[in-house]
Structure formats: C-alpha cells, structure tokens
C-alpha cells in the first residue's frame, strides 16, 4: 500500500510518481493529493481542488505543471485547469456537458466526452487544444461514449461505445479513432474504459454487469488476444496504469488504501 484513500475514485498521477491525485465524494465531491509511488513521504491525504459543488476526474498534465478536472462550479459540468498546487482555477470548456479530460502526450490538448444534455444523453469525443477558441469533434455519430484516452505516440484516442445492438442496450467496447478524427475500429467486446495506453496494449475494465466491480484486461492495440491483469474486483474508474505500475484502490481493505502492482 502507498497510502490511505478514504472515500477516493477516479485516480490521476504526475509525471515523475511523486503525486497522486483523486476524487472524493462526501456531501460534494472534490479532489485530494497524496503522495505518489515513487515519493518516500509518509504524508496523509489533503484536499487539493474544492469548491461548493462536485469536481472529479483529475488528470496531470505531462510536464507535471497542471492538472485538468472535470467541475461544475459554474453550473453545468466542465473541464477546468489549475497550476500543479491547485491555484488559479480556469474554465477551459463551455459545453452542456464535459467529462473525463485526460492529456495529450505533448500536453498541448485535452480529450474530453462531451454530453448532449438535449439529445437524449448521448456522447462523443471531443479535442481541444490550449490555444484554441473552439474544440474539434472527433467523433460524431452521437451513440454513447466515454472514457476517451490518448495512445503515448498521440496518434490514436481510445474510447469505450455502447454497443446499441445488444439486447440490454449497455454493453460496452473499446474503440479506437485516429487522433485528427477518422474511421472509427473497435478493439475488444465487452469491456468498459479503457483507463490506460501504453506502447503495446490498452488497458480496460471487465465486469460481471456495466459499472459493476470487475477485473483489468489487456488486448494489443491492433485488437487481438485479451489477457487479465488484474483478478483483485475492482470498480471501472478506480484504478490507473502509471508508466508499468497498475494502481487500484482496494475496497476490502478498511479506508480503501491505494496499492500497487
């Protein structure tokens, strides 16, 4: 165990493994620090990004300079930034609905799933860059989507899709479009995330039912043989890949302490 995460989810680490950030839901939910796998402080977990209303999905930025959340501080939910300490809060999305930023490998744009509150609920991805007015859509045929993710060469984004040709309309797969928009290919059935990328495989969450405790996978970028990473139950959006280390919260343990595999 690295640590004690009360109450946490959605987990973010910086570059160097000194930080780790998550979510933590009480009356609202907000973002926590503690230290990271490769710090050797024993300190216990602190707020770090809060307000009077919910912020979640924390993801650092490649320098380690920023952190991008999801927050609806403003009203509707969106993608704001603040500097590595968790000062100087900005609103970088304008949408009805944004979720789940996540970097690119440059840090020069942010991947986010954008919710069409007005169409029925239904998503798609969307990127935008730091210097840019207006985000660019990546998708666009409106079925449901999430969890979008940058591969580390920046040319492809992985996402998971509803597939609205099963029976109870909620199984999930992994897809994958190229990281300017294009055709779309899908990567493994039956599998929510992906939570993370690396040169050769996608990682992603497998369980009994969606959104329900389950296992990590693994399957080649290309598609292919799937393989378990992790037997341990855990909840679709509680663990995180950082550089070989698979990090999980364990909620058989009291507290829910983040450990590492």
């Not at 609202?28 to 602190?46: F, K, L, N, V, Y």
């Not at 986010?112 to 730091?130: A, C, E, N, P, T």
């Not at 663990?239 to 983040?258: A, C, E, H, M, N």
Request: proline letters at 8%; charged letters at 25%.
């Amino acid at each position: 165990a690295i640590g004690s995460a009360r109450d946490a989810y959605s987990l973010g680490v910086d570059r160097i493994g000194r930080r780790l950030v998550y979510a933590a839901f009480h009356v609202d939910a907000d973002i926590w620090r503690m230290p990271g796998p490769e710090s050797t402080q024993e300190i216990e977990a602190t707020p770090f990004i809060r307000s009077t209303r919910n912020e979640g999905a924390p993801s650092y930025s490649p320098d380690g300079l920023h952190v991008a959340f999801r927050s609806d501080r403003a009203g509707g939910s969106n993608v704001w930034m603040t500097d590595a300490d968790g000062s100087n809060p900005q609103q970088f999305t304008y949408e009805e609905w944004a979720n789940q930023p996540q970097w690119s490998p440059r840090g020069d744009a942010v991947v986010y799933q954008r919710i069409l509150l007005g169409g029925g609920g239904l998503s798609d991805i969307f990127v935008k860059g730091l210097r840019d007015a207006q985000p660019v859509p990546i998708t666009k045929d409106g079925s449901n989507k999430g969890l979008p993710i940058f591969s580390p060469d920046g040319d492809w984004i992985f996402y998971c899709q509803a597939n609205e040709q099963s029976s109870a309309g909620e199984d999930w797969e992994v897809w994958k479009v190229p990281s300017g928009g294009g055709q779309t290919l899908k990567v493994a059935g039956n599998g929510e995330g992906p939570r993370a990328v690396d040169d050769r495989f996608v990682y992603f969450h497998r369980g009994p039912e969606a959104f329900e405790p389950g296992q990590v996978w693994r399957v080649p970028r290309e598609g292919g043989e799937e393989s378990l990473v992790l037997s341990d139950p855990v909840w679709g959006m509680e663990w995180t890949l950082w550089r070989s280390k698979l990090l999980y919260i364990d909620r058989s343990q009291p507290g829910g302490p983040v450990m590492r595999v």
